[in-house]
């Protein structure tokens, strides 16, 4: 195969996912960079930040555990700017960030000029959702960054699309579901942004009915601690293929599906006993969030997935995975249509469901769960898959990406596309 | 001068030219032997009898001849008179000087010829050793080109193995695999990742700005 014998060295993967930030050059292989997206402004007041040597204004990457002060500070302190997958105009303390971990991903990989290195053909991946005003910064913050021209060219892709790019399908509908938001994203050849269809609900949402249901067991003190709360949810949550019918399967044998949690290295162990059917709700909140078992808690206080509007987008919050799919495939040609349902493809670690051995019966993964509800509207011939590498595939499309486009197709702020040159 | 005996006249005469007497060389007929500059010298003294014992000319030339692998210059000394019979060129033909005497003087009728002698064999040091060493070297390269060619062999076998394996009609090239090529920077291609192993983006992505994009694509 003949290569772009620079680009095959110099292309370079930025992904901003809501919880990790994924990055590194073309040369890293199958596994990029990862540390959390997210920043920490130290307290310049404080007897510790005078005390020793001047800090950044803003700490990323691994460094930040060792900043870290009083819980009620997190709250305020630690940012974590693509939480929920688009960053409002005037928040400047997430544009910072942003624009720190760039910083920090290109110095970790520093050239030198030297070697015939020019700068780095950066590729960037934000929410499929995300307006023009956030490509906007993105490409500013490369712009004002880039005095030791470490970066030759940048351009900004939507994770559905790189998705697709590292999965190696030209036309399918992605469904990518992060930790804030879902988006669903039809892609044939190029993103068809038209069409896409987003879901104010993500794996937050089943952390937030895990803590409900840890409150009803007993373990409110537990409920403070997120961390903890992501651990027992993929710990103990399933995905029902029908809530109704594993509800009654587990009261049927409540020792089968009895769901208990040892917290390591401490003496806490969570047993919900009796409530241990409550654990298909984790699942079943993330896919569909209509029946009517939420409702109670809804009543109860649990927010309600509202729908939103960030940009010009309507983040919708109660559509279930199903209803969400055929919506964004509708907005498609009609001879389309039964192309892109032969290829749906999930990505992201909120389709992370497991099936412990021995509950097959009740318990589906994600790929089956969208099936079923798609079948349920009487879309009968599809295909639903994970993608290859769910953590890295967005990273893999960028490098893939990065590496093919030709150099001299410009960026074009209609398609959101091509290079955006910095260095001659 | 003249009441001296003509072998202590002869011996004078050479000492006068430098020469030393030295003993004769063994089985050497009788006269002197001496050393003059770097070369051995014997003379044979006939006196006036030689004119009565006719056979005794010859003899004393073939003693002389015989002392030719010994000495360098071989004379023979005899009375003036003698010159007169004998010829000349007899002496040169066989390398040997004639001195005649009188009783007054002594003269070089013929000079001698100086016979170089043959020494000892000159000895080749280590010769045998030498052979040895180069024989072991012609062995071990002998060897190595055993070894050289069974690996050779073995080689072509291999490389016969896969022509025979390989389609004699070469395999069209996808265009997929053709992407955009950059000038100017000659560095070596690095390995790519597993993903990009047959994906059909490739070719879809560097096509990027020479076609109409799609009309559906928002």
Known sequence: MTTDNYRS???FAMDFGTSDFKFGPITCGETPKIVNNRGYFPD??????????????????????????????????????????????GDETAWQVVGALSRFGLTLFKH?????????????????????????????IFKENNQDGC???????????????????????????????????????????????ALNRGGGDANTITSELLKDAGYSDLTKEESLIRKVKESIGLVPADLDTAIQETKRAPRKYRAKYKVPGTRVEIDLEKNSWSRFLIGEYVFNPNHEIFESYFGRGMPRPKDVKMGDIIFRGMLDFGDATIASVERCPVELQPLLYREILLSGGNFSWRVPEGLEKAAVDAPTKVKLLLRDKGIRNV??????????????????????????????????????KLSD | MTDLPIEERVLHYFLAMGAQPVESPQNAPT?????????????????????????KIIESIMSLISLRDS????????????????????????????????????????APQTFRLRGPEPTIPNQGE???????????????????????????????????????????????????QESGYAGPSAELPSFFSNNPWLEVLSKRGREEASPIAG
């Open chain 1, 112 to 140: 030198e000029a030297n070697n015939g290195f020019r700068g780095y053909y950066v590729v960037a991946s934000l929410s499929s959702v995300s307006p023009r005003y956030m490509y906007e910064e993105l490409l500013d």
């Open chain 2, 71 to 110: 000495v360098n210059q071989l004379y023979l000394a005899a009375p003036r008179l003698l010159g007169t019979t004998v010829e000349a060129e007899i002496f040169r033909s066989h390398g040997i000087g004639l001195l005649l005497y009188d009783n007054r003087r002594i003269d070089e009728a013929v």
């Open chain 2, 130 to 180: 030498t052979l040895l060493n180069e024989l072991a070297a012609l062995k071990s390269m002998y060897l190595q080109m055993e070894r050289d060619v069974s690996k050779l062999r073995e080689e072509l076998r291999g490389y016969q193995k896969i022509m025979n394996s390989i389609s004699s009609v070469p395999e069209r090239i996808p265009s997929s695999s053709l992407l955009p």
């Open chain 1, 151 to 197: 970066v030759q060219a940048v351009t900004v892709i939507p994770q559905p699309f790189a998705v697709a790019i590292g999965h190696g399908v030209t036309t399918c509908v992605v469904i990518e579901s992060g930790h804030g938001n879902s988006q669903i994203c039809p892609i044939s050849k190029y993103p068809i942004r038209a069409a896409q269809v």
């Open chain 2, 31 to 55: 006269g002197l032997s001496l050393i003059l500059g770097q070369e051995k010298v014997h003379v044979v003294i006939l006196n006036n009898d030689v004119f009565l014992l006719g056979s």
């Open chain 1, 9 to 11: 060295h110099y292309t």
């Open chain 1, 44 to 89: 310049r007041k404080s007897i510790m930040y005078r005390a020793f040597e001047p800090t950044a204004d803003i700490i990323v990457g691994e460094d930040i555990p060792q900043y870290l002060q009083s819980t009620e500070e997190l709250a305020t302190r630690l940012v974590y700017p693509m939480r929920n997958g688009v960053i409002e105009k």
């Open chain 1, 383 to 420: 295909s639903v898959k994970m993608t290859k590498s769910p953590q890295f595939s967005v990273w893999h499309g960028c490098i893939i990406y990065g590496f093919a486009v030709p150099d001299e197709y410009e960026w074009d702020w209609q398609r959101l596309e091509g290079w955006m």
